[in-house]
């Protein structure tokens, strides 16, 4: 493949970014990161300024690419005050909104634009196993994702192609720039606190982040993939199995369990998170992936953790 293709991953400072430019740089593709700070590590990358929200020289860097990633948005690991709950929904959109503003001032635009979105649109079902054609939730975060959606399909230019991933939990290496939210699990479970959470019964819809680099490339490069798709293993299973599982791949036996109380009282006071983040989830499958045959790298969690977590 020419090295003069090249992609521009908005908001791609982070676990998720980086994960997919190593891997695009590595296939031989140039990348541009957007974003406010420089990526941490550095890497064979171009680093853009970019504030998410204004139009500026940063739009340059989106002429004549070969497709625009946008992953923009600020964390939902956190304390859900009023403050954090509008910059959670304000960084997506206006973000989203803004590209497209800069789209339209190009002669040459990306004719694929794949963007981030969240599984968390259907809510937090208790059993019911989720697949595109799933009605939405209620809640912040359907109502987040709904919004997101909403604003690309505002964005977009009628010529070019889009593709929406509504991602669930990636199970990801850490490179400097974190590992995700494995990262917390992993230290959580090493303090001796990886057992059951709440009800145990709560979904857990996780993607090794191979996988989800995958269906980014896919989302890029294969023309027919249009529209919504659920980005999760055809596998999920309830928290106590993943924590049981996670627990057995780093030799742990102990795994104390948290009462639902105790994890409304200790998330925002030792960790500064959101306790609903841990006492709720849901199952989600890809039929659309089904249908078209992707085969997924990692189906089984176990020899996913396994594959993440062995020492090199």
Same mark, same amino acid.
């Given at each position: 493949?020419?090295?003069?293709?090249? $992609?521009?991953?908005? !908001?791609?400072?982070?676990?998720?970014?980086?994960?997919?430019?190593?891997?695009?740089?590595?296939?031989?593709?140039?990348?541009?990161?957007?974003?406010?700070?420089?990526?941490?590590?550095?890497?064979?990358?171009?680093?853009?300024?970019?504030?998410?929200?204004?139009?500026?020289?940063?739009?340059?860097?989106?002429?004549?690419?070969?497709?625009?990633?946008?992953?923009?948005?600020?964390?939902?690991?956190?304390?859900?005050?009023?403050?954090?709950?509008?910059?959670?929904?304000?960084?997506?959109?206006?973000?989203?909104?803004?590209?497209?503003?800069?789209?339209?001032?190009?002669?040459?635009?990306?004719?694929?634009?794949?963007?981030?979105?969240?599984?968390?649109?259907?809510?937090?079902?208790?059993?019911?196993?989720?697949?595109?054609?799933?009605?939405?939730?209620? !809640?912040?975060?359907?109502?987040? !994702?709904?919004?997101?959606?909403?604003? *690309?399909?505002?964005?977009?230019?009628?010529?070019?192609?889009?593709?929406? /991933?509504?991602?669930?939990?990636? *199970?990801?290496?850490?490179?400097?720039? !974190?590992? %995700?939210?494995?990262?917390?699990?992993?230290? $959580?479970?090493?303090?001796?606190? %990886?057992?059951?959470?709440?009800?145990?019964?709560?979904?857990?819809?996780? $993607?090794?982040?191979?996988?989800?680099?995958?269906?980014?490339?896919?989302?890029?490069?294969?023309?027919?993939?249009? %529209?919504?798709? $659920?980005?999760?293993?055809?596998?999920?299973?309830?928290?106590?199995?993943?924590?049981?599982?996670?627990?057995?791949?780093? %030799?742990?036996?102990?795994?104390?369990?948290?009462?639902?109380?105790?994890?409304? *009282?200790?998330?925002? /006071?030792?960790?500064?998170?959101?306790?609903?983040?841990?006492?709720?989830?849901?199952?989600?499958?890809?039929?659309?992936?089904?249908?078209?045959?992707?085969?997924?790298?990692?189906?089984?969690?176990?020899?996913? *953790?396994?594959?993440?977590?062995?020492?090199?």
């Amino acid at each position: 493949m020419p090295l003069q293709k090249r $992609i521009v991953i908005a !908001g791609g400072s982070g676990f998720l970014g980086i994960s997919l430019a190593t891997t695009l740089t590595s296939q031989g593709y140039q990348v541009t990161i957007l974003s406010r700070s420089a990526p941490r590590p550095s890497g064979p990358w171009q680093h853009v300024a970019w504030d998410g929200r204004s139009l500026g020289d940063w739009q340059k860097s989106l002429e004549n690419a070969a497709g625009l990633v946008n992953l923009a948005g600020r964390s939902v690991d956190c304390i859900k005050t009023p403050d954090h709950q509008d910059e959670i929904l304000r960084s997506r959109v206006e973000s989203t909104l803004v590209l497209g503003q800069a789209m339209r001032c190009l002669r040459q635009p990306p004719p694929v634009w794949v963007q981030m979105g969240t599984a968390h649109i259907y809510g937090d079902p208790p059993h019911v196993r989720c697949t595109e054609d799933s009605p939405f939730g209620i !809640g912040l975060a359907p109502t987040v !994702g709904q919004a997101w959606e909403e604003a *690309l399909r505002e964005a977009v230019l009628p010529t070019q192609r889009s593709v929406v /991933l509504r991602t669930s939990f990636v *199970l990801g290496k850490d490179r400097g720039a !974190g590992a %995700g939210a494995l990262a917390r699990l992993l230290t $959580i479970t090493r303090w001796g606190l %990886g057992g059951k959470i709440g009800s145990g019964t709560q979904g857990m819809s996780w $993607i090794h982040e191979t996988d989800m680099n995958r269906l980014f490339h896919r989302a890029l490069q294969d023309e027919t993939m249009h %529209g919504a798709y $659920i980005a999760s293993s055809p596998n999920p299973v309830a928290q106590t199995e993943f924590m049981r599982t996670l627990r057995r791949v780093l %030799g742990i036996r102990l795994g104390l369990p948290a009462l639902a109380w105790m994890v409304r *009282l200790g998330a925002p /006071l030792l960790l500064k998170t959101d306790p609903e983040l841990a006492l709720f989830g849901r199952y989600v499958v890809s039929r659309r992936l089904a249908e078209e045959n992707f085969a997924f790298s990692f189906l089984n969690l176990e020899h996913a *953790l396994r594959d993440l977590l062995a020492k090199k």
